[in-house]
């Protein structure tokens, strides 16, 4: 089992920057790839970017290359998410996903957080 927990959402002003970190529970949290994905009212959840067990591998979507980079910290547990020159396109809730298979972006993870809302303002 795997508990993960969003935080660092909030209100930024277009061209601003934000990190978003996600808290992992279970002794087993170093073996999953893990993902962010978004959801914009009205639309379905899309694969942000994504690293793997070992940190060896990042994957990004298109949208987000060369602005967000995504992290962990397998001794503390978390997975973090660095968002700059951010967008208004960019609003939406934010979730973190656990995986025990590569990464993939299709949101079929094992475990999800709650989802953390990012609002970009223009």
């Known amino acids: 089992q795997v508990q993960l927990v969003e935080s660092g959402g909030g209100l930024v002003q277009a061209g601003g920057s934000m990190r978003l970190s996600c808290a992992a529970s279970?002794?087993?949290?170093?073996?999953?790839?893990m993902g962010w994905f978004r959801q914009a009212p009205g639309k379905e959840r899309d694969f942000v970017a994504g690293?793997?067990?070992?940190?060896?591998?990042?994957y990004y979507a298109d949208s987000v290359k060369g602005r967000f980079t995504i992290s962990r910290d397998n001794a503390k547990g978390a997975v973090y998410l660095q968002m700059n020159s951010l967008k208004p396109e960019d609003t939406a809730v934010y979730y973190c996903?656990?995986?025990?298979?590569?990464?993939?972006?299709?949101?079929?993870?094992?475990?999800w957080g709650q989802g953390t809302q990012v609002t970009v303002s223009s």
């Open positions: 996903g656990a995986t025990k298979y590569a990464i993939t972006t299709h949101p079929q993870y094992d475990y």
């Open positions: 279970g002794r087993t949290f170093s073996f999953y790839s």
């Open positions: 690293i793997s067990w070992n940190r060896v591998s990042t």
